[in-house]
T-cell receptor, first 115, second 114 residues
Framework: DGGITQSPKYLFRKEGQNVTLSCEQNLNHDAMYWYRQDPGQGLRLIYYSQIVNDFQKGDIAEGYSVSREKKESFPLTVTSAQKNPTAFYLC??????????????FGPGTRLTVL | GENVEQHPSTLSVQEGDSAVIKCTYSDSASNYFPWYKQELGKRPQLIIDIRSNVGEKKDQRIAVTLNKTAKHFSLHITETQPEDSAVYFCAARNYGGSQGNLIFGKGTKLSVKP
């Protein structure tokens, strides 16, 4: 089913807490992405990484952090600085990043709710 | 940077009718245009894509057309079925650009009434 897994499926967080969302892929893809999805807003890019040990801010990076220590893993941390973190988070990957194979595969998503 | 506009935001059709969703993009250098279907609570999945060197592509009941001059592309679904009900996203990407990221439209919620 695309080879990308995300965990957990549902996550509840108290205000002021940091939480980390997991994303793993076994597709040998170079590039990985994190999107946030809100109703009526489409998919907004938070962070992306085209190679290991390198990542770039997307359009809405404030309050989030990432790491890319391994090719297959791209965890996202939602920090307490993110003022409105309740959303559906999608991880995605593509091969070769900028060029080459085009299809972007998505993980099943994590629904984060702040209590 | 690239900006993608998608219309309409909601679309309701009768089963068997056709549905058309339109997108415009701003960066003339964009050269790859995928369409994703997202069912409720699930991940987006690619249903069809088109590159800028092609004007039209068809896959069974789904077709995409691209007008590079006008910078717009459209998704056409014929003989719609209830299982076509979902949110559809268009996207654009410039593979020659410094980022090469997909820029998504805001989505169209398609409802097919039996």
């Amino acid at each position: 089913d695309g080879g990308i897994t995300q965990s957990p499926k549902y996550l509840f967080r108290k205000e002021g807490q940091n939480v980390t969302l997991s994303c793993e892929q076994n597709l040998n893809h170079d590039a990985m992405y994190w999107y946030r999805q809100d109703p009526g807003q489409g998919l907004r890019l938070i962070y992306y990484s085209q190679i290991v040990n390198d990542f770039q801010k997307g359009d809405i990076a404030e309050g989030y952090s990432v790491s890319r220590e391994k090719k297959e893993s791209f965890p996202l941390t939602v920090t307490s600085a993110q003022k409105n973190p309740t959303a559906f988070y999608l991880c995605a990957s593509t091969s070769r990043g900028v060029s080459g194979s085009n299809e972007q595969f998505f993980g099943p998503g994590t629904r984060l709710t702040v209590l | 940077g690239e900006n993608v506009e998608q219309h309409p935001s909601t679309l309701s059709v009768q089963e068997g009718d056709s549905a058309v969703i339109k997108c415009t993009y701003s960066d003339s250098a964009s050269n790859y245009f995928p369409w994703y279907k997202q069912e409720l609570g699930k991940r987006p999945q690619l249903i069809i894509d088109i590159r800028s060197n092609v004007g039209e592509k068809k896959d069974q009941r789904i077709a995409v057309t691209l007008n590079k001059t006008a910078k717009h592309f459209s998704l056409h679904i014929t003989e719609t079925q209830p299982e076509d009900s979902a949110v559809y996203f268009c996207a654009a990407r410039n593979y020659g650009g410094s980022q090469g990221n997909l820029i998504f439209g805001k989505g169209t919620k398609l409802s097919v009434k039996p």
